[in-house]
């Protein structure tokens, strides 16, 4: 199946009222075990790269898998840039074959995250490229400030005058390891998704149960980040195989953990709802 725009998954799961996964990738382990993951219960999958993560991934060679990899899978699978913060950036995303961006302009003033989310925008869509923004800057969960909720108003102003296909809205979540259940406000999400024209997304899943997940997903999240606590499950279960098998070689290692990846987001893609839904 070929490569196809976030917009198009997420037309699919507002239908279907299920949410899917954006799961960051830094390597062919986590590539190969997440999309094994996704045609094994049969999901739409997001395959993402967060321009963070370029200070220690370089942006063509993993782009190369992503998008090899992409093409070569039976279920639908689009290839996102997040957390793009500046347009050279992103326009590198779409030459490198991405099918959807993420402008994060949430720490600028309104009208200037509008203008250039904008300029985003019109790029992307002539190149049939989907286009993520968002509203409310959110916090860390490593002691950062708390975040700043997303102002419906100014949620509706934003997607109406930049055209976006999908909308990170702050809620409650923040990025990064929780040490304390988030505070989720979940009658803000339920005003945005019934008065903002456009899909929703969920950053900062970390600290959340299955529980609050379905909750969300009734209230119109329809893309959820996940990385963080995906990445820790996987490191703690290479650590136990090493612990068991210490004179294990690099390559059987980097098979295992290819594995693991693909047991751990089998059961988020699971819980997302989008099992079955490819």
Sequence with gaps: MAIVTLKEILDSAEAGKYAVG????????????????????????????????LDDVDFA????????????????????????LDFRTIQEAVRL???????????????ENIRLTKQVVDYAHTRNVSVEGEVGEMGRGNGGEKPSMTDLEDAKKFVSETGVDALAAAFGTVHGMMRTKPALDLELLKRLHENVDTHLVVHGGSGLVLEDYRRMIERGIRKINYFTYGYRDAARALKTYIEANPDALYDELSFFIQEAFKEIFTGVMEAFGSAGQA
């Excluded at 060679?61 to 090899?68: F, G, L, Q, R, T």
């Excluded at 074959?97 to 009208?111: H, K, W």
Aim: aromatic content about 4%; some cysteine.
């Design 61 to 84: 060679s993993i782009m190369n898998i992503m998008v090899h990899e992409a093409e070569k899978a039976s279920v639908p699978v689009a290839v996102h840039l997040d957390h793009g």
């Design 22 to 53: 954006s799961f960051n990738v830094i390597n062919y382990e986590s590539v190969r075990g997440i999309l094994d993951a996704a045609q094994l219960v049969r999901s739409p999958v997001i395959l993402a790269i967060a321009q963070i993560q």
């Design 97 to 111: 074959g991405c099918s959807s961006v993420m402008f994060d302009g949430s720490a600028l003033p309104l009208q």
